[in-house]
């Protein structure tokens, strides 16, 4: 399936993810290939993907839309991100 994600100056993030974990005002959700089409409003918090090789990667977000669409298409538009490796340092990125 296929991640993008997108603040008003960059694309961050746009590469082809086995999962996707991220979370809006009901709580923290899971996405697979094939999922419904669905729109959340995102808080600000940590989007989490598996590669296709099983690698993690992390994403805070500072709000956003995700969309799912075609069951394979995972796109988020945020006011700004930050993406990298290192998971504690993200969550600090996120609280500030």
Known sequence: ???RITDPTAIMVDREV???RAEDATGS???LNGHADFLTALDIS???WRDMD???GYCA???GILTVSGG???SIATREAHV???LDELETVVLL
């Open 18 to 20: 086995a999962a996707i």
């Open 72 to 74: 394979n298409d995972v």
């Open 61 to 63: 977000v500072r709000n």
């Open 84 to 86: 990298g490796d290192d």
């Open 54 to 56: 099983g690698r993690a």
């Open 29 to 31: 959700f899971g996405i």
């Open 1 to 3: 399936m296929r991640l």
């Open 46 to 48: 940590v989007v989490s």
